[in-house]
């Protein structure tokens, strides 16, 4: 089993910048893909973005030039990195892991609110 706890959420004005942070613990050796994952209370848990162990990503078409995924492999940890935040990136952000996708493991999320 991997537990992964979550971090760095909160309330953002439009325009601004949150970084997330999310650390793995437990069977660990298990991870290959580590990511982020986000969800309304309207719409699918939709993926933002992923990273392979040796940092490979890829990014939702909605983020890609704001976001950005990063690993430390050392630390057991993903970070997502998020600029000119717009409302609608307004949703629960959920930590993922797994030997590959789609994920086996989830966070409990953090909320990330973007509103003036």
């Known amino acids: 089993q991997v537990r992964l706890v979550e971090s760095g959420g909160g309330l953002v004005q439009p325009g601004g910048s949150l970084r997330l942070s999310c650390v793995a613990s437990g069977s660990i050796f298990s991870i290959g893909v580590m990511g982020w994952y986000r969800q309304t209370p309207r719409n699918q848990r939709e993926l933002v973005a992923v990273i392979t162990g040796g940092s490979t990503t890829n990014y939702a078409d909605s983020v890609k030039g704001r976001f950005t995924i990063s690993r430390d492999n050392a630390k057991n940890t993903v970070y997502l990195q998020m600029n000119s935040l717009k409302p609608e990136d307004t949703a629960v952000y959920y930590c993922?892991?797994?030997?590959?996708?789609?994920?086996?493991?989830w966070g409990q999320g953090t909320q990330v609110t973007v509103s003036s």
């Open positions: 993922s892991a797994g030997r590959t996708v789609p994920p086996t493991y």
